[in-house]
């Protein structure tokens, strides 16, 4: 145990993910012996992220504004959305510019287990989103597990009534792996979603 | 430490760590199994698909402390065209939450895997009976030794009248021996019932939609009130 003000930092610290007691430690002592002015930049940019942060009221996804900033892009394709589990998905998608339609955030993926059902996500806000905003092509990029793959179906079942084309990223192959690697469920699944050249 | 090897149907799986996953399994032999794959949720990931649940793989282990690790694992049945049918998706979450909750760590039970994975294989090779989940949970039920009587009263044992199910004495009660709590079913509920029992999960029985329905509310309710928990995956109205 050490006094009690560096105790609790240490205590915080270890609760973040990635950070052992170990860590958790050594960032205590480091930020002691920072300058003053170093350590406040960091409790400022902590606070001020927690306290400026919201919601897209479009999307969901964070932003610091009413829209986010892809939402509010007068570049981007209105008509096509890629539905995605979580907001950090979405820059993960970005980096690929392969994409240049708009997002959802659905704030996971249906796991009846977990008692995660499809009206704890913002499907019906999808919904409502695509009879209000001329939307023709709904992308379900959700996670290649069964909780994701479900939550898939679901979305197609509740749009495909609305007369949107409802697609599924592809699960495939690593690019730059080798085939002897794969496992045969994704092997499968490439077979199953082969292309013709 | 030992390593050993196994098989078992993946029943669940939760994140541990930065890039790990704890994966519940149901062996034949082990009874559920509580094992960590390390990094499997990273893209890269070798085990990758393989340790998804409702998955029937062989797996190798290397024992730990507290938790063993998977070092190896290769599908036997992946189960596929049920993860593309939001159906049977749903039908199976079912009897995976159900086998989930009856069955502890090593308490084997080589009857209640191979429901398993007969109710999974079926499930794989058709579209879902409308009686097929009702015929896992009652199966599931008897193997478990609280299977409900459909052909006689709990109460006295005549076998005729009977048109109340009550959940406390063990299934069908006669009109004089109803007690309260006791559910009052439609005519031929509980015949159906007993034929659904009876048959086998290939091979079930016929009928309306609204008996169906009914059917499964009240097998749900019995199985509810003797795990002492809602099942979740399951949304039937309640009878
Ligand atoms: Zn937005
Ligand atoms: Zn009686």
Redesign the pocket.
């Known amino acids: 145990m050490f006094e009690p003000p560096i105790q609790r930092l240490i205590d915080e610290l270890a609760r973040l993910p990635g950070v052992g007691r170990k860590s958790a430690q050594r960032i205590a002592f480091h930020l002691l012996n920072a300058e003053q002015a170093d350590a406040q930049r960091l409790a400022d940019a902590i606070s001020e992220m927690r306290s400026s942060v919201r919601l ?6 964070v ?1 610091a504004d009413q ?6 892009d007068l570049r981007r394709d209105t008509t096509v959305v890629c539905v995605v589990e979580r907001a950090q998905d979405i820059p993960v998608l970005e980096r690929t510019q392969s994409f240049r339609g ?2 959802h955030v659905l704030g996971g993926a249906v796991n009846p287990i977990a008692g995660i059902h499809e009206e704890n996500l913002r499907i019906k806000e999808l919904v409502d989103r695509v009879e209000l905003e001329g939307i023709k092509e709904v992308i379900a990029a959700t996670n290649p597990t069964l909780e994701g793959d479900t939550t898939a179906m679901m979305i197609s079942r509740r749009l495909k009534p609305l007369g949107v084309t409802v697609t599924r990223l592809a699960s495939g192959l690593p690019v730059g792996g080798d085939l002897d690697y794969a496992d045969e469920v994704t092997l499968g699944r490439a077979l199953t979603g082969r292309q013709e050249l | 430490m030992a390593i050993r090897s196994d098989q078992g149907i993946v029943l669940r799986g939760y994140p541990f760590g930065e890039s790990h996953r704890v994966v519940v399994l149901l062996s034949p032999n082990h009874g559920k199994l509580r094992t960590v794959a390390k990094g499997v949720r990273k893209t890269k990931s070798r085990f990758g698909g393989r340790l998804e649940p409702m998955t029937h793989v062989d797996i190798v282990l290397y024992e730990g402390k507290e938790l063993d690790t998977v070092t190896q694992v290769s599908v036997i049945n992946g189960f596929p065209n049920i993860r593309n049918d939001l159906d049977r998706v749903l039908a199976a979450g079912t009897m995976i939450e159900v086998v989930d909750a009856v069955i502890q760590e090593d308490d084997p039970s080589l009857r209640m895997f191979l429901l398993l994975q007969r109710g999974l294989s079926v499930l794989d090779d058709a579209q879902p009976h409308p009686a097929l989940v009702t015929a896992f949970l009652l199966k599931a039920a008897d193997i478990v030794g609280v299977a409900p009587a459909f052909d006689t009263c709990s109460g006295c044992g005549r076998t005729d009248n009977l048109r109340r199910f009550n959940f406390a004495a063990g299934g069908s009660v006669c009109e004089e021996c109803r007690s309260p709590g006791s559910y009052s079913l439609r005519a031929g509920v509980v015949e159906y019932l007993a034929s659904v029992a009876a048959a086998d999960i290939t091979d079930l029985p016929n009928t309306d939609e609204s008996m169906s329905k009914e059917a499964l509310g009240i097998t749900k309710r019995f199985m509810e009130y003797h795990l002492e928990r809602q099942l979740k995956t399951l949304a039937v109205p309640n009878v």
Not at chain 1, 56 to 61: I, Q
Not at chain 1, 67 to 72: A, D, P, T, Y
């Open positions: 897209c009221n479009r999307c969901y996804n932003t829209e986010c900033s892809i939402c509010s708009r997002y």
